[in-house]
């Protein structure tokens, strides 16, 4: 049998062990049994007669519950066939001892020298706190006066991104102001305020019942509660009769609606406990600090070293930039010249002026549910005005490819420490990856900044690499890999393959090597500065529920 509970499941088995059987066939059998399903079920409860006096100690049922790191929690004596040495037979045995408590022998008249084993199973279900919303107030937002407001406050001038992020958020604010509400940690998408009055009136007619005793007023009371039944029976009808045909069809979507559904599946609000030199830390400010250290650590602790056998270390002019010293610091590296080798000699690449219809097009594409950071424009608002935005955006966007310079408040993000999963150790920082939300306009800029550069390096790279390559796939290059085994096997040779998992893979890249590698892809100097500013200087913080850390430098 299968017990739920939220978060885990306890498998369960009723056993019987005849007093003339063997005991050790009889134990294996049970071993059999659990080592089925054991791989499913962390925890187990075995139950029932197993004819084995623990009184006494009993080396093979020792030997059993060791297997398996169980205990037998039944203390008392359950068997008083013989009164004068009853005997402990009837056995709860679990490895989940912890959560028994209050385990009882009751003599009854049901069994001739048998008693009733009783125990009681905590469980203990923490009630979500209510959750502080921050949303903005849309009910009198009128399309139409916002852009014409937006457009006028253009006109007054905006020559950078912080300056148009700094408008758009102003009027922004007038149209549709910022608000704060709570709402229960196990809010459903379907409630209502007509349902939550009527939950209310319900429970007022429970407590009016329970303290009158009255049989009209229990009456009451069950006929509210029938009512509040149907109520939650016709919303939820409702709300999935409204559904989009895309949220039917794409699974995520399907299956992040049905789980709503479910509150004890649906965790609005992300609680995390950490060990912390020994000790237990809850606070969202200090783990939000712990995260920011770690986070920000994590690639120094790595100690990764340079070879500096590879590297031209002399002395260079001091006229040269920071680009042309990084070009000649990794001039003979030999990823460098294996990279010239193939390539030759290409016209230098630097970006281009980019077009209105690219950036409107961009900026309709904007997923107008994805997450933004504090206090930046919202997607959706960012995308519903994009032609009024498109105008400014590529002047200003225009503006920054030629200085070679990524905004400095596109480069803040804000990181939400994610558990891996069920099987680590949550207390541990190490369980836990960093998921970070981007201002929604770097995303404009950065597809800009792709499409050109696909455009250019496409038909450069090798015909091997296939990872994050349109028409390139992980099918792409195990082909590839089995076509080489097939035909050093057709020639008698041999096939060996050396396979990598790089830990911390993309927090590791080398900045500096990356744009060596880029100038000997072919990239000019102006393209170079450009990329360079957007790697450095980026800021992030951490964010728990609520709450932030201060900022660190990346």
């Not at 709860?92 to 028994?100: D, E, G, M, Q, Y």
Request: hydrophobic share 35%.
């Amino acid at each position: 049998m299968e017990l739920n509970f939220r978060k885990y499941k306890i498998l369960v088995l009723g056993t019987y062990r005849p007093p003339n059987s063997d005991k050790l066939d009889y134990f294996n059998n049970i071993s059999n049994s659990l080592d089925l399903y054991l791989p499913k079920y962390e925890k187990f409860v075995l139950l029932g007669d197993f004819n084995v006096n623990v009184n006494n100690t009993d080396p093979i049922f020792t030997e059993f519950i060791g297997q398996y790191g169980a205990k037998n929690i039944v203390k008392y004596p359950t068997c008083f066939k013989s009164h004068e040495n009853p005997s402990i037979i009837d056995l709860i045995v679990t490895n989940n001892s912890k959560n028994f408590w209050n385990t009882k022998v009751m003599r009854n008249s049901i069994s001739d020298f048998h008693a009733i084993v009783l125990s009681v199973l905590n469980i203990n279900y923490v009630k979500p706190n209510p959750i502080k919303i921050t949303y903005r107030k849309y009910k009198d937002f009128n399309l139409e006066s916002f852009q014409s407001d937006l457009l006028e406050q253009f006109l007054g001038g905006c020559d950078d991104y912080s300056t148009f992020e700094k408008i758009f958020i102003t009027v922004l604010d007038r149209h549709a102001p910022l608000k704060k509400k709570t709402i229960r940690g196990n809010h459903a998408p379907y409630m209502n305020k007509y349902i939550r009055k009527s939950i209310m009136k319900r429970n007022q007619l429970y407590t009016k019942w329970t303290k009158s005793g009255n049989e009209e007023d229990n009456v009451s009371f069950k006929r509210q509660k029938k009512f509040v039944r149907k109520q939650v029976k016709n919303a939820k009808k409702e709300y999935y009769q409204n559904l989009s045909n895309t949220d039917v069809l794409d699974s995520k979507k399907f299956w992040k609606l049905i789980k709503s559904s479910f509150t004890d599946k649906v965790i609005l609000k992300q609680k995390i406990n950490l060990m912390n030199d020994g000790e237990i830390i809850s606070d969202d400010n200090n783990i939000a600090g712990i995260f920011k250290d770690f986070f920000s650590q994590v690639v120094t602790n790595l100690e990764i070293k340079e070879n500096n056998d590879i590297l031209n270390l002399n002395d260079i002019s001091n006229e040269e930039s920071n680009i042309d010293h990084i070009v000649n610091r990794y001039k003979y590296h030999p990823s460098i010249l294996e990279i010239k080798k193939q390539v030759g000699n290409v016209n230098k690449f630097n970006f281009e002026k980019v077009s209105r219809e690219n950036v409107l097009k961009e900026l309709k594409t904007i997923n107008a549910k994805k997450a933004t950071t504090i206090g930046n424009i919202p997607c959706k608002s960012l995308r519903d005005n994009a032609t009024v935005c498109a105008d400014i955006l590529t002047s200003i966007i225009n503006k920054d490819f030629s200085n070679s310079s990524f905004p400095d408040k596109l480069k803040n993000a804000d990181v939400t420490p994610i558990y891996k999963g069920k099987k680590t150790d949550p207390t541990d920082k190490k369980n836990y990856r960093p998921i970070s939300v981007l201002p929604a306009a770097s995303k404009v800029y950065e597809r800009l900044m792709q499409s050109q550069i696909v455009e250019f390096i496409s038909g450069k790279l090798s015909p091997y690499l296939c990872g994050y390559r349109k028409g390139y796939s992980a099918q792409h290059a195990l082909i590839s890999l089995i076509e080489h085994w097939r035909k050093a096997l057709d020639k008698k040779g041999y096939a060996g393959a050396i396979l990598m998992d790089l830990s911390k893979a993309f927090d590791c890249i080398n900045h500096d090597l990356l744009i060596a590698k880029l100038e000997a892809y072919g990239f000019g100097k102006s393209a170079l500065e450009l990329i360079r500013s957007y790697l450095t200087n980026r800021n992030q913080r951490i964010k728990i529920n609520n709450t932030f850390s201060s900022w660190s430098d990346l």
